[in-house]
């Protein structure tokens, strides 16, 4: 045991960012002072994100293929070795391991990635102590190696979806078919598919079959297309535009919101109603940081074209947002959990849709909470090891199934109309939000006592109406169709 703990503060050494050939410049720490920064770490994370826009441009000045996946995996590995210094060396276990398994296993790679890619990335959350380092303003690889840990099994899971499609007729359902690979990656296609677009820093993660398509030169990307990747300026500046608005926003909102208010006197003196805002303030302050990021990098995407999504068949007008992360405002407006995570973290909700959620259902059976319970579960997990997560991801699920449930009941016990009405549309408006906040509490405070002494001070109750709605409900549910079975009976 003691040497294990050795072997993680090894590691935990080894990834500060203090490891660098590129120093801290005087420069850098003067910029951190000015922007209010915790540290380099965000000043260097930062630039390397805003510096992935251009380098994203630039790879469509190259026609070769093999000269646009060279200059992917150079600009890549510095954009990402620029604020992580020797981090960047943990990209390369999980690499290997699933390059290997692709190459020599292709009929399990994917359970290979899986059991290899998902440890390694808990190792690192534990060695790295990765949740507490946000905290404190720290960064270090760990948020790449959860972008790779995605990359990486996606892509191994694909290549098996297709060996098994091609040797013993597995019927795959539409997603898998479009993105299937084919054949193993050469090694400068795979390298650049990892580290390509400085798509690490900030995700989301990306499905090779888009990417190599658009590295190629091919599909939707073809210059030889009836109809061009049209000019992706408008919608860039649209990018950068909303990740500066949030940017300022988060500046301005986080020397007040941040994480210590809820263990004031104030906030444990406070009215239900102000801990209830509170809590949603925090949680919005928490977010336009990830806002920020997701839209500087979907910038990047956007100038160099992957972010194109075809053509309106009705207007005929450009589409862009293949790989947008946020709809922040309609994820505000959400009157469902449902429609929450179907806006927030896009990426990371496809993938586990994708690769976790629908893969889980037993073939010829429904989804059911067993399936979203573990969805959640591995979100959790994939967050890193702090009781926070876990409270926040499986609170999730039940509010995820609960919303099931109050949708049911809203169709059969309500008249036709009023579950459209204004009122009741606010009303849901804001129970999404009290529960959406109040769980995000934990994954905020990470430590198991605090969150839920955070929980206790609004009552437990949003975990309460839950856990009853969703008993109360279903029974008011199979009451009414009893009586509607007896009434049809009589009729006859």
Wanted: charge should be positive; hydrophobic fraction near 50%; proline fraction near 5%.
């Amino acid at each position: 045991m003691a040497d294990f703990f050795a072997s993680l503060s090894s590691v935990r050494e080894f990834m500060e960012t203090r490891h660098n050939y590129i120093p801290v410049m005087s420069w850098e720490s003067d910029v951190a002072k000015l922007a209010s920064m915790q540290s380099v770490d965000y000043i260097r994370f930062a630039l390397a994100l805003l510096v992935s826009v251009p380098v994203g441009a630039c790879v469509n000045m190259f026609k070769s293929a093999t000269v646009r996946h060279l200059y992917a995996v150079a600009t890549g590995f510095v954009l990402i070795y620029y604020p992580f210094g020797y981090g960047v060396i943990h990209a390369a276990p999980p690499m290997l391991v699933v390059y290997l398994a692709m190459l020599m296993v292709p009929s399990y790679c994917g359970v290979l990635a899986w059991l290899s890619c998902f440890p390694y990335l808990i190792y690192l959350h534990i060695a790295s102590a990765s949740g507490l380092n946000w905290q404190l303003g720290l960064l270090d690889f760990t948020g790449c190696q959860m972008v790779l840990t995605l990359k990486l099994i996606t892509l191994a899971v694909a290549r098996q979806d297709a060996w098994h499609a091609k040797r013993h007729g597995k019927e795959l359902s539409p997603y898998q078919s479009l993105f299937a690979v084919n054949k193993t990656p050469n090694p400068l296609c795979f390298m650049s598919y990892v580290f390509g677009l400085g798509n690490l820093l900030a995700g989301p993660y990306l499905e090779y079959k888009d990417y190599n398509s658009f590295m190629q030169w091919q599909g939707t990307w073809d210059p030889k297309a009836e109809k061009k990747v049209p000019s992706a300026f408008r919608y860039t500046a649209l990018c950068f535009v909303t990740a500066f608005s949030f940017l300022a926003l988060h500046q301005l909102l986080v020397p007040t919101w941040n994480r210590n208010l809820v263990f004031t006197g104030w906030y444990k003196d406070s009215s239900f109603v102000v801990k209830a805002i509170s809590c949603f303030l925090l949680s919005f302050t928490c977010q336009t940081k990830f806002v920020f990021a997701w839209k500087i990098s979907e910038a990047s995407l956007t100038l160099a074209g992957l972010n194109f999504n075809g053509w309106d068949d009705k207007t005929g007008a450009p589409l862009w947002g293949r790989y947008e992360n946020v709809h922040f405002i309609t994820m505000l407006l959400s009157d469902s959990a449902r429609i929450v995570v179907s806006h927030w973290n896009i990426g990371t909700a496809r993938f586990l849709r994708r690769y976790v959620y629908e893969r889980l259902v037993p073939k010829g059976k429904k989804p059911g909470f067993p399936q979203l319970l573990a969805t959640q579960v591995t979100s959790a997990i994939w967050h890193g090891l702090y009781p926070g997560y876990l409270l926040f991801f499986i609170g999730s699920a039940f509010w995820l199934n609960f919303a099931t449930v109050i949708y049911k009941a809203e169709q059969a016990l309500m008249p036709a109309g009023v579950g459209d009405t204004v009122p009741l549309k606010v009303l849901k408006i804001v129970w999404t939000h009290l529960v959406l906040n109040y769980l995000a509490t934990s994954f905020m405070v990470l430590n198991f006592n605090e969150s839920l002494e955070v929980y206790r001070s609004l009552h437990y109750l949003p975990w309460i109406i839950i856990v009853v709605g969703s008993f109360l409900f279903p029974l008011l549910l199979r009451g009414k169709s009893r009586r509607k079975e007896r009434d049809d009976k009589k009729e006859h």
